[in-house]
């Protein structure tokens, strides 16, 4: 899972390349919620929708962007920066 705000900051410091981001994420401040992702250019919007339910928690980002602009592996250290390895026990 990713941390909330770690979440928000990465998403706000995505490259001016790229232009829109969507996606769901798995956050460790609202386990059993989908977070929805919304970004276009420096707008980050993050809600959350019902239950996973069924469906098996994740991460999943889109992105869009300048042609041959984006670098996947900035990316992926960028939101490797909000990931939580050490969740509490309950």
Do not use: M
């Not at 981001?21 to 798995?26: E, F, L, Q, R, S």
């Not at 956050?27 to 993050?46: H, N, S």
């Amino acid at each position: 899972p990713l941390a909330l705000e770690d979440l928000r900051d990465a998403l706000r410091k995505l490259p001016a390349t790229v232009y829109r981001a969507k996606g769901v994420a798995y956050v460790a401040d609202a386990l059993e919620l989908p977070a929805v992702l919304q970004v276009v250019g420096k707008r980050v919007e993050i809600s959350f929708q019902n239950e996973w339910g069924q469906r098996r928690p994740h991460t999943r980002v889109v992105v869009i962007g300048a042609a041959n602009r984006i670098e996947p592996p900035s990316l992926r250290e960028l939101f490797d920066t909000a990931v939580v390895l050490d969740l509490p026990s309950t």
